[in-house]
């Protein structure tokens, strides 16, 4: 008998004749997510995928639950087509528990072959299960642990744990998206959500120095790790945008500033994205969260790109934006009192319906083209990977 973890997946099952594809990248990043580990297996079975974690499975779970395209994982004891080895397995798992505990067995004979039909292998190894650990009891509604026993071909697999995954689609099947970062709490829940949707990231930020200080860098950098946690990397573009925001604020009226400035961002980002062959803009915005959301405000910033932006929050409240944040370990970065751009300037009358044919008016004093490249021409690159992250206090 030996330990494994198996994988369970939901939505991939779904694929029909993509969905050797799709189990091929989900493999791929599950050994991404392990490689730091040395000697864990990853591996595929008539249908099913394990993992070998060699001694290291709670290390080996802490890293794959942020795998997206995994519903669940399950550590295991594989053991010989033999009813005394899978209840000697049973019987342990179920004794490490270590308290009196409702049962039910679930038994799933894909080999049918195996004399006994899962009906009777229920039966069967539930009776042991009474007869030789103390406290249990039969709950077939309601139980507290469920004893899952699967027969295939050449082995069967008992376990009792649920680890859950985060679910999805596993990273790389969609194609490449740019994330407009700003170091709050909405955008890199936005980037989570297509990360589950298969989206591999890349992140971009704009820097205003010295009106941003190197600490609100520094929480964007921080995010961007955390993030690379679930998607393996997430590269990231540092936009200079001083020269920018200066004209914005000489030269536009202070009610359309932030209307301006998100249409020059969608422009930088437009640039770097097709320069790159990124075929979409993702952004945190939520209709109606500030005045840069309302739906009249979001047309006025579109039309600048071609690109599909993609707006994943689009529909959520604050509340379950912070909950989801707080989900997956951005929140406390995200709360540090460094100001980024998009907050240090924020006039005090904004425009909320503004109109594209006066907006338009009020960009014509700026040199836009001149702006653009200068900013991707001073642009940087970081490279952000999936390693533990230790985040200093703020």
């Known amino acids: ?33 392990l490689a730091h580990l040395p000697g864990i297996r990853v591996f595929r079975s008539h249908g099913r995928i394990f993992i ?9 779970l802490e890293r794959l639950r942020r795998v997206f ?9 594989e053991t010989p087509l033999e009813l005394d080895a899978m209840a000697e397995a049973a019987v342990r798992l179920v004794a ?10 679930e038994a799933r004979r894909a080999n049918k072959a195996f004399p006994l039909n899962s009906m009777e292998l229920n039966r069967e190894l539930g009776a042991r299960l009474l007869r030789q650990v103390e406290g249990l009891t039969v709950d077939l509604h309601q139980p507290e642990i469920r004893v899952r026993l699967e027969i295939r071909e050449k082995h069967a697999y008992v376990y009792v744990r649920d680890v859950p995954g985060p679910g999805g689609l596993p990273v790389g099947v969609s194609s490449p998206a740019l994330l407009l970062l700003s170091g709050g709490i909405d955008s890199p829940v936005a980037g989570w959500y297509m990360m589950k949707r298969g989206v591999p990231l890349r992140a971009i930020h704009f820097h205003s120095p ?8 520094q929480k964007v950098q921080d995010l961007s790790d955390v993030l690379a946690l ?14 920018t925001q200066t004209a914005i604020r000489k030269h536009v009226p202070a009610e359309l500033s932030m209307t301006v400035m998100r249409r ?35 047309a006025a910033i579109n039309p600048v790109t071609d ?14 934006i912070i909950q989801k944040a707080e989900e997956i370990g951005t929140y406390a970065i995200s709360i540090r009192p460094y100001e980024d751009c998009c907050t240090l300037f924020v006039p005090e009358h904004p425009a909320t319906h503004p109109r594209l044919d006066e907006v338009e008016a009020a960009e014509a004093a700026l040199p836009v083209e001149e702006l653009v490249e200068e900013a991707v021409a001073g642009t940087e690159l970081e490279e952000h990977h999936a390693q533990p992250v230790m985040v200093a206090p703020s």
């Not at 070998?52 to 080996?60: M, S």
């Not at 490490?96 to 067995?105: H, L």
């Not at 969608?266 to 109606?288: F, K, M, N, P, Q």
């Open 307 to 320: 690109l599909p932006v993609l707006r994943p929050l689009v529909g959520l409240d604050k509340a379950e």
């Open 69 to 77: 395209g995994v519903v669940a994982f399950h550590p295991a004891v």
């Open 210 to 217: 010295p009106f941003t200080s190197p600490r609100s860098l």
């Open 1 to 33: 008998m030996r330990e494994l973890i198996l994988v369970r997946y939901g939505e991939i099952g779904l694929k029909g004749d993509n969905r050797p594809a799709f189990e091929g990248r989900l493999v791929q990043n599950l050994r991404d997510a």
């Open 96 to 105: 490490e528990e270590r308290r009196p505990v409702r049962f039910k067995v």
């Open 52 to 60: 070998d974690p060699a001694g290291e499975t709670t290390a080996a």
């Open 230 to 243: 679930w998607g393996g990397r997430l590269p990231l573009y540092v936009v200079p945008f001083t020269r």
């Open 264 to 298: 020059m961002m969608y422009r930088i980002a437009d640039r770097l994205a097709r320069r790159d062959g990124l075929a979409a803009l993702v952004t945190g915005e939520s209709v109606g969260q500030v005045a840069s959301q309302t739906i009249e405000s979001l």
